[in-house]
């Protein structure tokens, strides 16, 4: 029995945790040596091209597709819509959390203030109950 639960490996989606492609999720193609991996998005499902990343930059999740090692765009991107990995991953309460930190970067001044007034609202009419 192994301690460890989730392994670097081929087929393993990963959350990019840094840099230009931050807040999405990928999968490992190749291990390079131990500090790189080589990802791909697949690129024709989600944008993330096919390219070299650090393991400091991503984050390994519970999810695992059956690929070969080095395997091709064709091969990860149909065991990628196979599984449903997307909707797999949209469930979860970290990519939950992610659209709503998402979703709150993008709200005006104007948006905030509502939902400040929405919330000061809501917390009066509890106490008066």
């Known amino acids: 029995m192994s301690f460890f639960g989730r392994f670097v ?11 230009k492609y931050a807040d999405k999720i990928a999968v490992i193609v190749d291990i390079l040596d131990q500090n790189r991996v080589l990802i791909d998005g697949p690129s024709t499902v989600n ?8 393991l400091k930059w991503v984050s390994l999740t519970n999810f695992k597709i059956d690929i070969k ?18 909707e797999q991953w949209s469930k979860t309460s970290l990519a939950k959390k ?23 609202k809501k917390s009066n009419s509890w106490s008066r109950n």
């Open 47 to 54: 944008g993330i091209p096919r390219h070299v990343i650090s």
């Open 69 to 86: 090692r080095g395997a091709k765009l064709d091969a990860v991107e149909k065991q990628f819509k196979e599984e449903k990995i997307e």
């Open 9 to 19: 490996e081929a087929g393993r989606i990963v959350l990019i945790t840094f840099g």
């Open 98 to 120: 992610l659209k709503l930190k998402d979703m709150r970067s993008k709200m005006t001044d104007f948006d905030r203030f509502k939902l400040g007034f929405a919330k000061s």
